[in-house]
């Protein structure tokens, strides 16, 4: 139980110091990121809508104090924490999930990837909406969105291997 | 209220997802703001501190383009030396030394973080308040104006640059002498938006921008760029121009935070007020 909440402990800080001065400063296009940190939120075992969302905006503001990003990641944390539910019963049947383990432990690898696009998805465009505001045009925001969400999913699916729960897999 | 609690209590869920969304935009959109207050101190130190180890470690593949900047720099200051000037004027005149004093004094810093994609660009620079650096100091640099100190902590200062939405800068025309405000429309970080020119005042593409000593805070005459494109607005009695920046942010490396040494002076008399 301890080494659980050490190793989610660590995974939060590593996630968001990697976020905020490795993969935050790419800036491909301009301005096109991957947004690693989202693994954490992805794959934390904590199942009350309430605590996972307190702990989206956390992270995501961590990322932002660090970024000097304003709220943008602790909006789109938030929203991924709140659509992680419906993300995981839309890739999956297995409806219930061992509470002490990551909630990805029991989804085959075609589940995962799909979760993952669709999480990272949802994610790359609320940051991206928020950044074109009065900045460019919600067309390109669209389109950042989409490389952005692209290389977010090649990332958790490279990264994942590295932090999954070894109790399930 | 049993009945209203009865029918919350399944949407406490989205409450708090409504909730916290909402913080987040409200942080996302007063960003300068909140800096400011009681997160800048630490936020700034651990950023520092890590941003300055990775300098360290690119500086050297910047020395020969730092160089070519210095030596620049160093032949501009040598031609405003009085040893580099004649007297054009067949009159000779005495120049009283003793009736000049220093005003502005410089602090140079470097840059260990830069955004200049945003719409409140940022910038962190490596000296705080143990070097003397403090709230509201002007930051120039080779070529011209960078911004305002927002928050200083320590060892590290925080500065707005031109280039952000909240930025408002005073500044006049060098050949008229008309005075106007600074600001950034957070399009293009090359340029940046004139704004309020009185309609009479002579005006036309290629002008310079310059500082002014409005405010105590940047010395007069610091250049800013030159005028790219005019639109008058009639109603309001005021031209509106687009302004070509002479700094080029994207390579910016090197700064000097300026330290006005009569501004508390100058503040007491814009102020009285403030000391009662």
């Not at chain 1, 075609?110 to 074109?132: G, M």
């Not at chain 2, 990775?54 to 040598?78: D, H, V, Y």
């Not at chain 2, 000037?85 to 140079?108: K, L, N």
């Amino acid at each position: 139980m301890n080494n659980k909440y050490l190793k989610y402990g660590f995974l939060f800080f590593f996630l968001s110091l990697c976020q905020a001065y490795v993969f935050g400063r790419i800036n491909f296009m301009g301005a096109v990121n991957p947004q690693v940190f989202i693994l954490f939120i992805l794959l934390v075992p904590v199942y009350s809508k309430s605590g996972l969302m307190l702990l989206g905006f956390l992270l995501g503001f961590s990322v932002d104090l660090l970024m000097g990003s304003g709220g943008m990641h602790a909006a789109s944390g938030v929203c991924i924490a709140f659509a992680r539910s419906f993300g995981l019963r839309l890739v999956s049947e297995k409806s219930r999930f061992d509470s002490a383990t990551c909630p990805i432990g029991a989804l085959s690898k075609s589940e995962r990837f799909l979760y993952f696009a669709l999480l990272s998805a949802l994610q790359s465009l609320v940051i991206y909406l928020l950044d074109s505001w009065h900045l460019y045009p919600v067309a390109r925001a669209g389109l950042y969105a989409l490389i952005s969400a692209g290389m977010t999913w090649l990332l958790l699916v490279v990264i994942y291997p590295f932090v999954r729960d070894p109790v399930r897999s | 209220m049993r009945r209203l609690l009865q029918f919350a209590y399944p949407l406490r869920h989205f409450f708090l997802f409504l909730s916290l969304e909402t913080a987040a935009f409200y942080l996302s959109f007063q960003y300068s703001n909140y800096h400011k207050t009681l997160f800048f101190g630490l936020a700034a130190e651990v950023n520092g501190y890590i941003l300055s180890k990775k300098e360290r470690l690119t500086a050297f593949f910047r020395l020969e383009a730092e160089n070519r900047s210095l030596s620049a720099e160093n032949a501009r200051l040598r031609g405003q030396l009085r040893a580099s000037q004649y007297r054009a004027a067949g009159q000779p005149t005495v120049v009283d030394d003793s009736s000049y004093r220093q005003q502005y004094t410089f602090i140079p810093a470097e840059i260990i973080d830069i955004s200049i994609r945003s719409r409140d660009n940022t910038i962190l620079i490596d000296r705080g308040r143990k070097q003397g650096v403090a709230e509201n100091m002007g930051v120039v640099a080779e070529g011209g104006v960078v911004g305002i100190i927002d928050a200083v902590s320590s060892h590290y200062a925080h500065v707005i640059p031109i280039i952000s939405s909240s930025s408002h800068v005073c500044a006049r025309l060098k050949k008229s002498h008309f005075f106007a405000f600074l600001s950034w429309d957070g399009r293009d970080y090359r340029i940046v938006q004139l704004e309020e020119i009185p309609d009479h005042a002579p005006i036309s593409p290629g002008d310079t921008v310059i500082s002014d000593s409005h405010s105590a805070i940047f010395p007069a005459g610091v250049p800013i760029g030159t005028i790219r494109k005019i639109e008058r607005d009639r109603l309001r009695g005021f031209y509106a121009a687009d302004v070509d920046l002479f700094i080029d942010f994207a390579r910016l490396h090197r700064v000097y935070v300026v330290k006005n040494l009569l501004k508390a002076e100058v503040n007491k008399v814009l102020n009285p007020s403030a000391d009662e």
